[in-house]
């Protein structure tokens, strides 16, 4: 089968680079000049710095030479998604599309199968997603990612592991792309308590309750238990809350310190903690934490403000 990645950030790249190191990968970018830049150095300067590209990876801005593929992996950030599958929704129909996006549609309050759904005739839907920074992936370190698919997937779970890269599957589209989606927006918040100086256990504490928050709302729009537990959700909850090497938590970091954040770099969860808000509400769903950050991603309260507001919730138990 052929793959090509649509989509030249970090973790297209990393993603291709990954696959080609088993078999021939196309790797579509939408700048002709960053493509030529890429094809010459065999690097991705911009993204994803001091990685070799294979020579097994082909660097394209063709969109008909990627389009040919079977099994497409869609790696651009989540608000751009729905344009791109409909400007390209004719050439898409029937592909396996496999979104590799963490994030919740904006302007819909779809993930990324409702979107290729919604926009693809045809098309079977996927969803990559799970604990892994595109470095590591890059490198070559192991990771272990969630492949989840309605339909039977061994196959794609084949084609899509390495010797680094493993993949459990699962049926349950909605609970993975949901607990990529919801950890970015709380990974803000857990940036934001040590940014602001709150302390280990305050992280801890926030982690948890974050936890119970992404149950509630997964498991109310259908997400299986089990998927909220595993690599797509707390697996990589935990990830994102630890490690500077988010960007979601790096700019929680920044909204806690009082420092300036690049606005060009891409964070999926400050639109995801709107779309997120949005839906609770209108649900009826408690997700305190998540209205937090929209508020204070959206700079209508500062941290203090957040902080006392959380801790003068009313007593309850866990
Ligand atoms: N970087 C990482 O470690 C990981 C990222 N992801 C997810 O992957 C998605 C992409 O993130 P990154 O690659 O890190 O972002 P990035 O900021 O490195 O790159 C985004 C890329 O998307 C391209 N792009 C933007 N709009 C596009 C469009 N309409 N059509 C085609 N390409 C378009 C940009 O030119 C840019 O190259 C996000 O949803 C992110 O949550 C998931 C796991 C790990
Ligand atoms: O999704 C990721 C790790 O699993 C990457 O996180 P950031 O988008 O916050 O950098």
Redesign the pocket.
């Known amino acids: 089968m052929s793959i090509a990645v649509l989509g030249a950030g970090?973790?297209g790249t990393a993603l291709a680079v990954s696959l080609a190191r088993k078999g021939p990968v196309t790797l579509w970018a939408r700048g002709a000049e960053q493509v030529h830049e890429m094809a010459e150095s065999r690097e991705n300067a911009r993204r994803l710095p001091g990685v070799k590209l294979p020579e097994t990876l082909t660097v394209t801005s063709d969109i008909e030479t990627a389009l040919s593929a079977e099994t497409l992996l869609l790696a651009m950030p989540m608000q751009q998604m729905a344009g791109f599958l409909q400007a390209h929704a004719e050439a898409l129909a029937g592909k396996t599309l496999v979104s590799c996006a963490?994030g919740i549609d904006l302007a819909t309050g779809q993930g990324p199968t409702g979107l290729i759904r919604a926009h693809v005739a045809g098309a079977r839907a996927a969803v990559l997603?799970?604990?892994?920074?595109?470095a590591d992936i890059a490198r070559g370190l192991p990771t272990a990612l969630t492949l989840a698919c309605t339909d039977h997937s061994e196959e794609l779970q084949a084609e899509l592991s390495t010797p680094t890269l493993r993949l459990y599957r699962t049926t349950d589209t909605t609970g993975a792309e949901l607990g990529?989606a919801l950890?970015?927006v709380y990974?803000i918040a857990a940036g934001t308590v040590i940014g602001a100086g709150l302390g280990e256990s305050a992280r801890a504490a926030l982690m948890t309750r974050s936890f119970a928050e992404m149950q509630r709302i997964a498991l109310a729009l259908g997400a299986r238990p089990e998927t909220l537990s595993g690599l797509s959700g707390f697996?990589?909850l935990v990830?994102?809350c630890t490690?500077a090497?988010?960007?979601?938590?790096?700019?929680g970091r920044a909204i806690g310190s009082g420092e300036g954040f690049d606005p060009s770099i891409?964070?999926?969860?400050v639109a995801t903690a709107k779309a997120l808000d949005r839906l609770a509400r209108e649900r009826g769903i408690e997700t305190p934490i998540a209205a937090m950050v929209r508020a204070l991603t959206e700079e209508k309260i500062g941290v203090s403000e957040a902080m006392q507001s959380l801790l003068a919730r009313p007593l309850k138990e866990e």
């Open positions: 970090a973790f963490k997603t799970g604990p892994s920074f595109a990529g950890k970015n990974a697996g990589d990830l994102t490690s090497q988010s960007r979601n938590f790096r700019l891409t964070v999926e969860g």
